[in-house]
Structure formats: structure tokens, C-alpha cells
């Protein structure tokens, strides 16, 4: 009964374990998210900057201004997608 419940698990696992090309295009579509993940940091850090007593020891402008620049360097990764699809757009 042991090795019946472990090769049914085997087989469930294999049917269900995703290709390579389903890991690449889901390793690409989070290296896509790097630039909104930042950016939704960097807002929260500033709000909590606003919304915060003065008397925390957390420099959340800091925090913000570190993860608005990491947007920054990533923004071009996330809108080239919608660049290249602007770009093949049939011009009327």
C-alpha cells in the first residue's frame, strides 16, 4: 500500500511538474514585476513617512528614495513589452 500511495504521488507530480519553458516564461514575467514591486514600496514608505509619529526609528524616506531608484533602473524592463507592441501597431 506504501509504494502504491508513493508512485501515485509520482505520477500526480509529473503530470502537474511545469516544463522549462513554463518555468523560463514565469522567471521572465517576474523579472517583468521587479519595477511595480518597487514602486508600490517606495509609495507605501512615504506614507508611512507622512502617517508616521516623528519619534520612529525607521527612516522611511530613505527606504523610499532607495526603492523609487531601484524602480527607476528597472522601469525600461517592465514598459518595453508595451514599447515593442506600440512599435508593430499598424499606422493608419
Partial sequence: LKNTTLNLSSIIYDHLKPSDLELDQLCDLCGLLI?????????WAFLQALLTKPRSTFDYVKYGRIRLAQYYLHKNKFFLPLNHAQKDKPKF
Fill in 35 to 43: 519595477a511595480p514591486v518597487h514602486l508600490y514600496w517606495a509609495l
